[in-house]
């Protein structure tokens, strides 16, 4: 019953304020009017009583606040009276507000988006159970794990993992009989469903038990995606056959929603057993224990009271076991396992994420401290309000919780602009794809825990600026305020706010240093010696295997597009690549070389193990590569000539010596072939940008044929127009060809990708700190100058020169701007050292940087003390001396 | 001036408590009711008595209703609920003990102790 009035008290104090307000007033009134009729009855007359009445009362509005605060430990209805106080406060200055908004807004959005990738690529890179157990070898460094022998090997010998799972990525034609084109997908070991530990959605999974032996699980599992996207989720292709480049394949089962593989990046149509790869390639490297591409990476649960010390050290053991075992094939070398997920990236992309953390963070910090250094201008210049609420009762308490609202109002409006802002952008950025010949997305679709961040940030950054003008209210007098009106403190020693602002301003710098550095660190990358020329040249990919072309009937269509390439008119010259180029997605074929005095060709006994391209006659012309000595292929090294060999410069110094005396020297292959050097091309890239010269060979493609390429065909003609003369060409030979044409520079933004996200990144948070000094100084610069106008008005009056009124008016915000610009590039000139990491060539001890830095901070402080300078000096003493 | 005592933090509830006890009263007729139970000892200002009686009501201890008074005019009535008569007797109790227990402190002469 006390419980049921209690709260029905509550909810009318709440939502009848109004009713409750005059309800307090009527009963006062009746209180007045009974003690006026005491009054009257001890002989007073009725105006005189009623007056007296009302003066003992005494003061009904404190009456009215009292029983408010006896009310009112209710907090939500405290709570609303503050928000409602403070929005009207806002709405006297829309200006300030929109402004703080707006730089908050920038500042979490900023940061939320940071967050989201972060979230989407580190904290849950695989969407599979227990994802955090899941270990495995990294691609790209080669410890021998890239061959499927050694992998059976790992899988039995290993005491580490609850089973260890294979796969590799495969880009067959798939066809469901009446719309050939062409697909990514895995091959995987039997296992790989099992050891994810994942059920599928339809269908079923192909098991370990399903193979046996090569050519014997003709099976895929679509992923969800492809299903939906090719199949228009129709559940009744389980058991239907497709053909994968021409061999028939069954449906078994359809991934659940969300699982793509297990590689975060990457997107891919279906999964196959890895034992049928010999039907997708024409032929298979299954039982090559000294094969570099049979596996991609190789992975499973760490079995539990695992830790990854002892696993490391479990598989290190089993490489050192194979390496005595098979010493002609495996050379092993220590082995880093990781999670799952990133691959070889992860390392740099947890310092690229954090780098970017670090900075938005920065942002944030800057963000908080414009608003402080403005929270605390407004508050001096309420000053006398703040007084005047003092001497008439109000308590300090009640003056910083209204103080606080303000912030945390202007924080979560900002925050939510910012997180609407920011999840948009992560919805984009999800389905974007980045890189047009490749499967790959960022896995950063915006989740729950991105609105929880925005919330704390907001909250925290509201907290955080709202602390500054504390002390200020704390310590005001309200006599002396009152009495000396606003301009009573005019301090010439440093303030918060000045601190403030060179924190903000030295921040600033860093990032508009970061930016510049990456800005310039592309633009070196996108004009640096590749070892090709990308300019003016097309490449045309063909897989002939997928068009049911093989062996010799293969390498005679290929010479018949050469041969049709170069009757194009505008066509210099044309050349092919078997397999990738150099610096494609996929080009990372080596080849162990021995020189040519070594007989045990064990893999210890490597002399290099250079990038190896076959290449036909013309390559290089086409490709741009100059011939530093020597001879380029002909036409007729072929399979019955002698084995000859093009090296680049850093091969020829390596093995010996210098590039004259490499020509005519011979060296060997894995196989022990003695291949003979006639000539020197120059260094290149192979695999990335920011590689060390690496070595690599050129061996002709006549001596060893492929059956997918790229043509590499060089001309000053338009692109579009080139393609379109391609493509008919290519019609004459054989209309079903399935080709894809694409400038060689389409091609190489893959390997730019990483640089160009990172100057996106950072140029944009070189902006937004840009912007946050320029609203910094423009306020700092403009409150001093209204402050002082009465100062600057008696200075003009007794006859201060222009000069010397701007230096009174503006000197300080640039000493400010000057010390905090020489701090921040300090700091910046140190954090390149973390940008180039990412950022290939990045240096910040490039003279054009330093100077862009020293200009940009210039301007910015030129453009936003502008218009306080323009108030400054267009001041006219005699009306600021009539006004006050 | 000082033939009145002055309030200690948290009779006031009480006070108001024991006077509505005796009936149902509007808030002027409180004061009255104090002062003449009190033998005009105990004098309360006019407007600390509303923020008390707000108290009170939000803690269920006391209703009101709207009537009319002796002088024939609107005024809001208070009365004690089963709760406010519960809370009296306790706060009664303890005040009682209390009192006892100071005067018998206060009237212990030394060689007493």
Known sequence: MKLLDSLRFRMAALFGRAQIRAEMEEEIRSHIEHRADDLVRSGLNRTEAERRARVEFGGREKCKEEIHEALGSNFIGGLLQDVRFALRVLRKSPGFTFAAVLTLALAIGANAVVFGIFNGMILRPLNVPQAESLYGTEYGNNPGWQSYPNYLDLRDRNRSFDGLAAFNFVFPGFDTGKNPSGSSGYTTSGNYFDVLRIQPYLGRFYHAADEHGPNSAPFVVLTHAFWHSRFQDDPGVVGRTVFLNKHPFTILGVAPPGFHGTVSFAFVDFFMPIVNEGQIYGGSTLDERGSNVTVFEVFGHLKPGVTLTQATADVNAVGAYLEKTYPQDFSHKSTPLSRQGLTVFGGAVTAFVAGLMLLAGLILLAACANLGSLFAARASDRSREVALRLALGSSRKRILRGLFTEALLISLAGGAVGLLGSVALLRRLST?????????RLPVAPDAKIYLVALLLAVVSGLLFAIVPVRQVLRANPYEIVKAGSNA??????????????VQIAICAVLVTSSLVAVRGLARSLHGNFGFEPRNAMLLNVNLAMAGY?????????????????????????????????????????????????????????AATPFRYNIS???FEAAGTSLLTGRGFRWNDDKGSPSVAVVNREFAVKIFGSVAQAMGRDFKLQDGTRVEVVGVVEDGKYLSLNEDPQPAIFLPALQSPSSTFYMVVRSERDPEQLAAAMRSKLRELDAGLPVTITTWKTVLSLVLFPSQMATAALGVLGMMGAMLSITGIFGMAAYSVSRRLRELGIRVALGAQRKEVLQAALGRPLKLLAIGSATGLALGIFA???LAYIVYQATPRDPLVLGGVVLAMLLLGLVATWIPAQRALSIDPLILLREE | MNDQAQLLPGTLDLLILRAVSLGPLH??????????ISDNALLIEQGALYPGLFRLLRQGLLKASWGTSENNRRAKFYELTAAGRKRLREETESWNRLVSAMASALSQQPEEI
């Not at chain 1, 403190?489 to 060179?502: C, K």
């Open chain 1, 832 to 834: 390149g050292k973390v």
């Open chain 1, 550 to 606: 093989s062996g010799d009937q293969a390498s005679a269509m290929k010479r018949r597009m050469f041969d049709a390439m170069g009757t194009i008119p505008g066509v210099e010259h044309v050349g092919w690549v078997n397999d990738y180029p150099p610096l494609a997605y996929g080009s990372n074929f080596r080849s162990n070389v021995y020189k040519e005095e070594t007989t045990d060709l064990r893999q210890a006994n490597t």
């Open chain 1, 617 to 619: 006659p013309g390559y």
């Open chain 1, 489 to 502: 403190r005019l301090g010439r020693r440093m303030t918060v706010r000045d601190v403030l602002l060179v």
């Open chain 1, 432 to 440: 974007w794809q980045p890189i047009a010949a490749a499967p790959a």
């Open chain 2, 27 to 36: 808030g002027y007729g409180i004061l009255l009711r104090i002062g003449q």
